[in-house]
């Protein structure tokens, strides 16, 4: 019950992800340590360095540092081709100095693997190809021309022929590896991230509908008084203003829209700013509530309101959390969008737990995504479901997360099947199509002053 669609599209571009101060840092960074290893062997291993050129290449990265913070703003962010250049500097002035320093026989040629590791965990996927490319490449060209490293006795420091090639054959891998391992973490992280954030906007969507029905409540209860004071004050200036007809046809006008904000305030509800109608209603009818949006979409809705044998309690009264309604309305939508032709919705409770189970008639979860539901962006079931039928429909691998993390937050274990898997254990017609079950305790949804329903409190005073 999950298609390729994505009701909220996560952005595979990622450029202005690093700030070019972070990048001045590392660098620094770099040029510290370079400049350190350089005299260390220069001067305490004496090693015969071209020190000339090595302080040259260790130049280039002062220069490029200086210029950059000279020319960029301190808060810049770097677009996709800027930080790609900035990486690739990096690879090149690193592989420089490496070739200066005998190549791979230099156990700091690891240090190619650094800017891999930043392109794939911040840069799109062709980027992070480029800069391995490179990377791979400066590695093979260093395999096989370098400036061999000599000791203070003029002997040439070499390593074997089968260690060099490992060594380069390790780096290849650790490109490839950590690219895509790096890759693949990044863009989940990412895609949890917007799809938390999604969540949050959707509860926050649903909140101020629930704040909005109070609002009117308030309007509909404060503006009564005015509107009655209004409409006698009028009634009055009729009956005085008999001899003036265009100001008593103004009187008249003037108690004809009372009248309209009468009757438009009584379709909005009189019940007062603090109706517990707002807050909280019987299980069933917030599941009514919850599916409203999804009732007259071409599929036959069918509604099981019933008790379970071992509760003796009648229909419980819960609160009207936005979470709980957002929640099932995804669900009840997942259902009628893959249904062939009919959706059933059963609620039941016992006198500690509430049940909710909807199902359809679809074709049921691919076995292959069904211990994956839940995760943001899981799509491939449209290639089971006729696509012509759901050419409008933009996803609910996105929407079943919200759905899950929503009904989670208010308690609910949900419980994601096929019927056609469960279906001898429990006697479902018909025996196919996805079930997704949700069950609360009873504590995390009851209503409190559950006895005051239907009295306004602010009325009875």
């Not at 400036?147 to 780096?171: E, H, R």
């Not at 995504?369 to 012509?388: N, T």
């Not at 996805?434 to 306004?456: F, R, S, Y």
Request: hydrophobic share 50%; with cysteine.
């Amino acid at each position: 019950m999950i298609s390729e669609g994505r009701s909220f599209s996560v952005r595979d571009e990622r450029s202005q992800w690093l700030r070019l101060r972070s990048s001045i840092l590392l660098r620094w960074i770099a040029i510290g340590g370079q400049i350190a290893a350089i005299f260390l062997a220069a001067f305490m291993l004496s090693i015969r360095l071209p020190l000339g050129l090595c302080l040259l290449a260790v130049g280039l990265a002062v220069a490029a540092n200086l210029t950059a913070a000279k020319i960029f703003p301190a808060n810049k962010r770097l677009s996709e081709p800027e930080a790609v250049i900035t990486l690739a500097f990096d690879l090149a002035q690193l592989s420089f100095l490496l070739f200066l320093t005998g190549g791979l026989s230099n156990p700091f040629a690891v240090l190619i693997l650094a800017p891999v590791t930043i392109s794939a965990s911040a840069l799109e996927l062709r980027a992070t190809i480029l800069i391995g490319v490179l990377a791979g490449l400066f590695a093979t060209i260093l395999l096989f021309f370098n400036m061999p490293l000599v000791d203070s006795q003029g002997k040439v420091l070499l390593t074997s022929d089968l260690f060099a090639y490992g060594f380069w054959s390790a780096i290849l891998i650790g490109v490839a590896f950590l690219a895509g391992y790096l890759r693949r973490v990044s863009t989940e992280i990412h895609s949890m991230s917007d799809a938390l954030l999604a969540t949050q906007l959707a509860l926050s969507r649903e909140q101020k509908l629930t704040d909005l029905g109070g609002v009117i409540a308030a309007a509909a209860h404060e503006l009564g008084t005015p509107l009655s004071t209004i409409k006698l004050v009028s009634a009055e200036l009729i009956d005085e203003l008999h001899n003036f007809p265009a100001l008593q046809e103004d009187a008249r006008l003037l108690l004809q829209q009372a009248d309209r904000c009468r009757d438009i305030l009584r379709s909005m509800g009189r019940a007062g700013k603090d109706d517990l109608l707002i807050k909280q209603a019987l299980f069933g009818e917030v599941l009514r509530e919850a599916s409203e949006p999804h009732l007259n979409r071409g599929r036959d809705v069918t509604f099981t309101i019933g008790i379970s044998e071992d509760a003796a309690s009648p229909e419980p009264i819960i609160r009207r959390l936005p979470a709980l309604i957002h929640g099932i309305r995804n669900l009840v939508q997942n259902a009628v969008d893959f249904a062939q032709s009919k959706v059933w919705i059963e609620a039941s409770w016992t006198d500690s737990t509430l049940t909710l189970i909807i199902r359809d008639d679809g074709p049921g979860f691919s076995p292959q995504i069904l211990g994956r539901i839940g995760d943001p962006f899981l799509s491939s079931r449209k290639a089971e479901h006729d696509r012509s039928e759901l050419q409008h429909y933009e996803g609910m691998g996105l929407g079943l997360f919200i759905a899950k993390t929503l009904l989670e937050r208010t308690g609910a274990v949900l419980t994601f099947a096929n019927v056609r898997d469960i279906a001898g254990t429990e006697p479902f017609e018909p025996p196919h199509g996805a079930l997704v079950k949700a069950t609360w305790p009873l504590i995390a949804l009851q209503a409190e002053n559950v006895g005051l329903l239907g009295d306004n409190p602010l009325l009875l005073k």
